[in-house]
T-cell receptor, first 115, second 112 residues
Framework: KAGVTQTPRYLIKTRGQQVTLSCSPI?????VSWYQQTPGQGLQFLFE???????NKGNFPGRFSGRQFSNSRSEMNVSTLELGDSALYLC??????????????FGQGTRLTVV | QKEVEQDPGPLSVPEGAIVSLNCTYS??????FMWYRQYSRKGPELLMY????GNKEDGRFTAQVDKSSKYISLFIRDSQPSDSATYLC????????????FGAGTQVVVTP
């Protein structure tokens, strides 16, 4: 059974540019969540999508957005990049229903560097 | 003050020793408590989770939750060098399954 796949693995962008990251969840998982991981702040929740609808949102500015497609694949977009956006962006998928609803499985992450 | 507090370590133990990790939290709504392991340059890997208070054992790993004290623990018995990683606690209020609140993570080093 394939795990969570994130692409690309590494990205280097310039301040002011925008970037789109992609996440393919485990087959059958309908919930996809995004997290930002930095040395100073640790893992911080960005947002969660379930059946193409944003179900939860963390405390990030509107420059961070996402969407989910009908096949549960998800993308997140960061516009007007700032140096502080440099981080590991992690995607997690879960069944989000039933006895194993809380089990979230993470991808390898996308390492974004803003210069 | 953060909702979930976790000592970042590093915690260094000799091979074969018991590793003891813990987190405290302030949000009484948390009902699900998870432990993740993260190796360098990898995504977090779910080790185990517990619901509400109590103990749960899985091989060399034992998780404990004390909701009255808002305190959770993870014990690793017979530690191996391959257990060297960062261990993250995470919590969920339930219902919002995809929204996890993480601790800072504790770096564990098991020396041969």
């Amino acid at each position: 059974k394939a795990g969570v796949t994130q692409t690309p693995r590494y990205l280097i962008k310039t301040r002011g540019q925008q970037v789109t990251l992609s996440c393919s969840p485990i087959s059958g998982h309908r919930s996809v969540s995004w997290y930002q991981q930095t040395p100073g702040q640790g893992l911080q929740f960005l947002f969660e999508y379930f059946s193409e609808t944003q179900r939860n949102k963390g405390n990030f500015p509107g420059r961070f957005s996402g969407r989910q497609f009908s096949n549960s694949r998800s993308e997140m977009n960061v516009s007007t990049l700032e140096l502080g956006d440099s981080a590991l962006y992690l995607c997690a998928s879960s069944l989000s229903e039933g006895a194993r609803a809380v089990e979230a499985f993470f991808g390898q992450g996308t390492r974004l560097t803003v210069v | 003050q953060k909702e979930v507090e976790q000592d970042p370590g590093p915690l260094s133990v000799p091979e074969g020793a018991i590793v003891s990790l813990n987190c405290t939290y302030s949000n009484s709504a948390f009902q699900y408590f998870m432990w993740y392991r993260q190796y360098s340059r990898k995504g977090p890997e779910l080790l185990m989770y517990t619901y509400s208070s109590g103990n749960k054992e899985d091989g060399r790993f034992t998780a404990q939750v004390d909701k009255s004290s808002k305190y959770i623990s993870l014990f690793i018995r017979d530690s191996q060098p391959s257990d060297s990683a960062t261990y993250l606690c995470a919590m969920s209020a339930g219902g919002s399954w995809g929204k996890l609140q993480f601790g800072a993570g504790t770096q564990v080093v098991v020396t041969p």
